[in-house]
């Protein structure tokens, strides 16, 4: 594992796209149980080099009822973004992630850790890249439908303080969502 994370640290595929350079960020473990797999790292992790160490982070692990020791012992969760560099700035907000990333790392990562209890997909791009022609239409139903795609994926939408009027919208998310994500993050850990 060690090497594998050492050789996407030093991954340029995508260089000749990003405008801010190369930074691929990750966190994993051999022993992690937990998978998040987000979007890609925003401005302020590729800055400070650490995963989710923004606003959205804060409301990530508030959904996961988790705080940062757990949230970045790699023994329990391993985060791995579709992308793992920043993709850098769309006219409105960052660009999708880089494509490439995924296919050439990620099932990699998955066959050197075999304690995987349970994958959290957060947004649209790691549920329409997992659950393929099993994801709904939208990321709302597909979230509301959550249960159907356990005990393997949990599927969330993006922390974003952005993403509070998605919330407002569906009050169902954090009356029958969040409950049932923390109860499988709690079993996930023991």
Known sequence: MEQLVADIK?????????????????????????????????????????????????NLRNWLDIDKTVFYNTDILGLM??????????????????????PLWHNKLFALMPNVKIVLLVGQYAQNYYLGDKAKSTLTETVRNFKTYLPTYFPLPHPSPRNNIWQAKNQWFGKEVLPELKKIILNSIK
């Open 10 to 58: 030093k991954c340029a595929v995508c260089k000749p796209y990003l405008k801010d350079g190369v930074n691929p960020i990750l966190s994993v473990s051999s022993k992690s149980k937990i998978i998040l797999i987000g979007q890609a790292p925003g401005r302020i992790v590729h800055n400070t080099n650490i995963p989710w160490n923004d606003k959205s982070g804060d």
């Open 81 to 102: 973004p579709m992308g793992f560099c920043y993709p850098g700035k769309g006219k409105t907000g960052d660009l999708p992630p880089r494509p490439e990333c995924a």
